[in-house]
């Protein structure tokens, strides 16, 4: 029974290994999202890894080859344990492929782990079990969050990792 796995790819390599993956017949899927780019006062968007340097692999692998995949042009090696493929819950897979918008990216806001204007707490840090409220959200894992200091509102720039959901 087919089943998607994860291979993990060398660095920056993601969409020449989904390419060589396809030309021999394994169907692949690579995340993406749009990425705001800033340079020479120029904006530009680009398409870049949800999950860098990483992509799915659908196979059967009672049937398939799969062993081949680890010798595939920008792949470092199929995800495994006790030597069989590790399988990724098919749920996980439709959730990210149904958020895929026409241009193929996948936005940041719809996987919902924060919402601007939400209240979070912080876990880690100078303001650490400080209440603040996320103010924007970058696509480098962090927030900017607005917290009361000293009768004042700042802005504070904090990783997704050290902010929890406020009851």
């Not at 680890?70 to 399988?87: E, F, M, V, W, Y």
């Amino acid at each position: 029974m087919k089943q998607w796995f994860v291979a993990q790819t060398q660095p920056g390599k993601e969409t020449l290994s989904q390419a060589h993956l396809e030309r021999q017949s394994f169907p692949s899927f690579l995340p993406v999202y749009l990425k705001t780019i800033r340079h020479a006062r120029q904006e530009k968007e680009v398409l870049r890894p949800l999950f860098p340097g990483y992509i799915f692999v659908e196979i059967d692998p009672e049937r398939d080859q799969w062993r081949s995949i680890n010798g595939t042009r920008g792949i470092s090696a199929l995800l495994t344990q006790d030597n069989k493929p590790i399988p990724v819950p098919l749920p996980i897979i439709q959730q990210l492929q149904n958020e895929q918008k026409e241009t193929g990216a996948i936005s940041l806001d719809a996987l919902g782990l924060f919402k601007i204007g939400e209240k979070v707490r912080l876990t880690e840090g100078a303001f650490e079990d400080q209440v603040a409220v996320i103010s924007a959200l970058s696509d480098k894992d962090r927030a900017k969050v607005l917290l009361q200091f000293m009768n004042r509102t700042i802005e504070v720039e904090a990783p997704l990792t050290t902010l929890e959901k406020e009851d």
